[in-house]
């Protein structure tokens, strides 16, 4: 449960615009109404931090729970994601069938996406990137724990999902390309807020999107961090239990990070 | 008393103004009179070149003991440090009060600035920060010791402070939200320029904000160099006491990083 | 045969203008008639893209077979990557002769790209680096070996070519200066992808240029995240030989990674 | 006699400017004539690329030899080097005298200039750089040996000096003020072209700027890449004798890289 905690910024942005619309009943393969533009920004956004803060490069991908119909979801075409613009945001059902492509080419993994939310009804955004500290973890037999406070979101452990041990289709070839290896994905995840693919990457969901990239880049930190405690040897000092869940319910100062992340981001 | 040792530049800048409201008597809970703007010149530039080094990220803060009244301190209001103006500084009593916040948001963690100012009367600027390579000797049992002499400073030992052993309201979440956990953190500081906040990042204290800078700067730098000195393996061959010594009473060059440092944060 | 799967791309480009010189027969000495310009766009942003990616610094140098010509290469004149334009561009024969100098210096190595493009007919780009995490592993013992699916091309092993051990004039200089030293390196690539060259850098070998870049770009991410891997301690589970079968002959999305990284080589 | 090799470029650029001063006798205390601005720019360039490279940062030095007069050399005055431009190049005598300072503040530690030019007649350019992979190499017993060819020039070994073993005044402040700390550093150099300070960088000495600028980048960089190699583990395949010596002989290509650098330093 540890994604429910967020900021609420976004929570209170992903209302639906109240125009002429949005109160119509939506049907499976119809566009919802016009979504409010600032639940886009921060989409778009967050592609762009990802990259600055060295978690996404050419690659990854950042979607969210479409606000007006919680069966679906919003995720740019396969485009590296500082290229993503308002534009290239798709829509798609939870079965990651593309609601209206207008011959937009969509990413091979959107499975990770859909599945999850399909199994996870509290996950309102999911990113996956192949944030290189943490790959490392993935394929050793050192478990990822947090090593620092802004971490501790960590602290109920990360599991390692092997795509070969997933009895699917396509498994060899390590993509996520079907809704079996991606319901595989998204059992594995459980109720933790981050898992390991092992050699591919890692995958993030929250309770929205801002608290998903908050999640990725200090996944990302944490991950360099305890590669250079381990490194220092000896036993390390991790976060612990009661820590995890004394700053899960406290305070935080996140809006300070996100609004120069998204200044920088955006450019302005 | 390492701290103590600085160069004196900003000592002479922390001239009160003249003014027609500097030589009134202030009561407690009134802002100062003008400041020299090279004062607050410099604290800017402080939280921008922190940013430069890679010594802060969006977190992190830096404060000064006020020139013009040493019960109260200056420090931005919660803001990422890179954005950082000088419409940005707010005023402290040393309980972390703040004089006139107009609105502003106050850091969560100023109690920091205040116990330390309190505690220890020789300190006229405070950092806190998450600066990555030092973070892991906080979570481990090496001690952080000086490899070469940018970071003699370090000679008299690096505390590590673990807020689970305060005995405060709050500890748990990790942050110094009170008073009760910036006075244990500043009984552990003593005299030592830096200690370290296990899980967490560290504290730096200075005689002047250019030599707050030098320090928090130098124990970055000096903990890169450590872990790659230990990496390579056998015994290291650190700064020694009389080394420690004799640097502190040495002339210093300081001024030409900050000349360059300054300008490159400043952009001008 | 790693090295065939490519994303064809380029392959189409490969075709010669049907321009007024084209059709004509060509003589070994003489220059091929005009080449398509996106062919010259293409090996003009690999240089740059391959340091844009930390894989090329001041030095190294990329080529294609000539699309008019399969006994002919195009490689830049000696200069850094990152300056090469297109009139750099010089053509070659198999022997590294140069066909047109015009008083341009040629790069000592060429001989690299000359033997690989004689000995194995189906290459048709070829970079050399000195690629900074990958140097490491060709001066120990440990081999490279994928640890994520960008780099499953590595499976087949990753030969290291000890230039001591040609039976060559002036191999202890370390430097690929003639033909024997460059046919010594041609026969241990073999028909793998890369090969490491022992206190030196590495070849890579693909059948176009821009698989031939992402060859490059993610051995030397698979090179970082094998040493950090290693690093951590204990087992690693590698790439499987499955794995590295089925990605081979699995879709690629590797159009993202080009659009964007030519986009920001060529500033625009 | 490593530091013998060189490009020979500036050795040329290096000429007496046949202006109306340059054939005057100069007494000991008196400036030479003009100086052939291609000389002053590129010591300039020096400063500039070698923080480019990350060898320098707010500290460190580049001196040349004076071309006019070998009992003088030219050295920026105290100032961050990449903001080093052709007004701020000092002379002085090979005790470290400045010749005419007009006002300028001298680099506390310009004894180790004047004391190798002193020592070593054949030396025509000194760095002394914080350059910080080699600074753990100094403060621990791993030797640093070539790992790559564009680092041959370490062979003969690269002592480490320790300056509390000078009897000298001021040793234990640890920089080396004075002409005694010098000539201390001077005879450890020997004919090496590479030497270690202990606890705190390193000096290089060449025939010319440019040859001084090489050593100094691939030493730093020779640096990383040995500290990885021996992290990966097991025995390291390092240069050999006949290979280091065989590629002092051997035909440079660095003019490309000083063509790169130069240009991205000065900006144009």
């Keep these: 449960m540890k994604r429910l905690v967020g900021c609420g910024v976004v929570a209170a942005a992903l209302m639906i615009v109240a125009g002429a619309h949005s109160s119509a009943a939506q049907s499976p393969q119809t566009s919802g109404g016009a979504l409010d533009p600032a639940v886009i920004e921060d989409l778009v956004a967050a592609n762009r931090i990802l990259v600055a803060q ?22 740019s075409r396969s485009r590296a994601p500082v290229l993503v613009t308002a534009d290239d945001i798709m829509e798609y059902d939870l079965d990651s069938n593309p609601i209206d492509p207008k011959g937009r080419t969509s990413v091979l993994e959107r499975f990770i996406h859909g599945e999850i939310y399909k199994a996870h009804p509290e996950v309102k955004a999911v990113i996956h990137s192949h944030s290189p500290a943490v790959i490392p973890f993935g394929v050793t037999q050192v478990p990822m724990r947090p090593v620092y406070h802004q971490a501790t979101f960590l602290y109920g452990g990360v599991p390692v999902w092997d795509i070969r041990n997933a009895d699917c289709p396509d498994a060899a070839a390590m993509l996520v390309r079907n809704g079996c290896l991606g319901k595989s994905l998204a059992a594995a995840l459980g109720d933790q807020p981050v898992l390991l693919m092992r050699g591919h990457g890692n995958v993030v969901a929250a309770a929205d999107v801002q608290t998903a990239v908050k999640y990725a880049v200090f996944t990302e930190v944490n991950a360099r961090l305890q590669t250079i405690a381990i490194g ?22 996140f809006a300070r990070a996100w609004e120069l992340w998204k200044k920088e981001a955006l450019g302005r």
Tied chains: 1, 2, 3, 4.
């Design 54 to 75: 060295g978690v996404l490069d050419a690659y990854g991908h950042v979607s969210i729970r479409d606000p007006r119909n919680p069966n679906r979801y919003l995720l």
């Design 232 to 253: 220092l040897g000896g036993p390390i000092n991790y976060i612990s239990a009661e820590e995890a869940a004394a700053r899960a319910k406290a305070p935080s100062d």
